[in-house]
T-cell receptor, first 114, second 114 residues
Framework: DQQVKQNSPSLSVQEGRISILNCDYT??????FLWYKKYPAEGPTFLIS???IKDKNEDGRFTVFLNKSAKHLSLHIVPSQPGDSAVYFC?????????????WGLGTSLAVNP | NAGVMQNPRHLVRRRGQEARLRCSPM?????VYWYRQLPEEGLKFMVY????????ESGMPKERFSAEFPKEGPSILRIQQVVRGDSAAYFC????????????FGQGTRLTVV
C-alpha cells in the first residue's frame, strides 16, 4: 500500500527551464511534507518542507506547493541547472501513532540537459 | 558540527554471517531512523529509536533484524544470519525532535551478501 506516490519515475528538462516534480498521498493524517534530493551512492539531502497549514513554501530556486483537497504536492525548480540532476524523493509524516515516521515515495529521476 | 556518520560504508558478508551497521547521529539529535533501499526501489522505513527506546519498529522484518540506540555510543542495526536478499543500502537519519522536522541522513552502508 503506497501511501506516497510519485507517478513519474523520470523527468528530462532543458537547462534554464522549469522542472515540476509531482507527488500524491492517500493518508489524510499526513500534515508535514518534505522533498529530498539524492545522488548515487550518497544519502538523501533535505531540500524543502511544507506544513499542512500552508499551501506554498519557497526557498531560492525551489518552491513546494501543497493542495490538501487534492492530496497533491509539487516541487518546482526554476531555473533548472545541470547540477540538479538527481533522484528526488517526496516524503510525508503525521503527528500521531504510526504516522510519526516519514513515508517515502519511490522517487523521480530528474535529468537537466545542458 | 559533523553530520550523521555511518560505518562502514561498504560491508561484505557471507550467507549466514552477522552484519553490524553503526550510526552516529548529529550532535544534539536524539531521534534516529533506519531505512533500507533495495535495488530499483525507494526508501523503506525500518525502525525509529530514541535514546534507549524503540519507538516504532513496524518496518523491521520479524526475524534476524534488531536495532538499538544505547545511552552512550552509536545506534546499531544488527542483521543475523544474513541472506542474499538482505543486500541493500541501509541509511540512517537523525533529527532534533520527533515531529514536523527534517531528518538528516548519513551516506549509508552498502551491504553485499555473497
Amino acid at each position: 500500500d503506497q501511501q506516497v506516490k510519485q507517478n513519474s519515475p523520470s523527468l528530462s528538462v532543458q537547462e534554464g527551464r522549469i522542472s515540476i516534480l509531482n507527488c500524491d498521498y492517500t493518508n489524510s493524517m499526513f500534515d508535514y511534507f518534505l522533498w529530498y534530493k539524492k545522488y548515487p551512492a550518497e544519502g538523501p539531502t533535505f531540500l524543502i518542507s511544507i506544513s499542512s497549514i500552508k499551501d506554498k513554501n519557497e526557498d531560492g530556486r525551489f518552491t513546494v506547493f501543497l493542495n490538501k483537497s487534492a492530496k497533491h504536492l509539487s516541487l518546482h525548480i526554476v531555473p533548472s541547472q545541470p547540477g540538479d540532476s538527481a533522484v528526488y524523493f517526496c516524503a510525508a509524516s503525521g503527528n500521531a501513532g504510526n504516522n510519526r515516521k516519514l513515508i517515502w515515495g519511490l522517487g523521480t529521476s530528474l535529468a537537466v540537459n545542458p | 558540527n559533523a553530520g550523521v556518520m555511518q560505518n562502514p560504508r561498504h560491508l561484505v558478508r557471507r550467507r549466514g554471517q552477522e552484519a553490524r551497521l553503526r550510526c552516529s547521529p548529529m550532535k544534539g539529535h536524539s531521534h534516529v531512523y533506519w531505512y533500507r533501499q533495495l535495488p530499483e526501489e525507494g526508501l523503506k522505513f525500518m525502525v525509529y529509536l530514541q535514546k534507549e527506546n524503540i519507538i516504532d519498529e513496524s518496518g523491521m522484518p520479524k526475524e534476524r533484524f534488531s536495532a538499538e540506540f544505547p545511552k552512550e555510543g552509536p545506534s546499531i542495526l544488527r542483521i543475523q544470519q544474513v541472506v542474499r536478499g538482505d543486500s541493500a543500502a541501509y541509511f540512517c537519519a537523525s533529527s532534533q525532535r520527533q515531529l514536523n522536522t527534517e531528518a538528516f541522513f548519513g551516506q549509508g552502508t552498502r551491504l553485499t551478501v555473497v
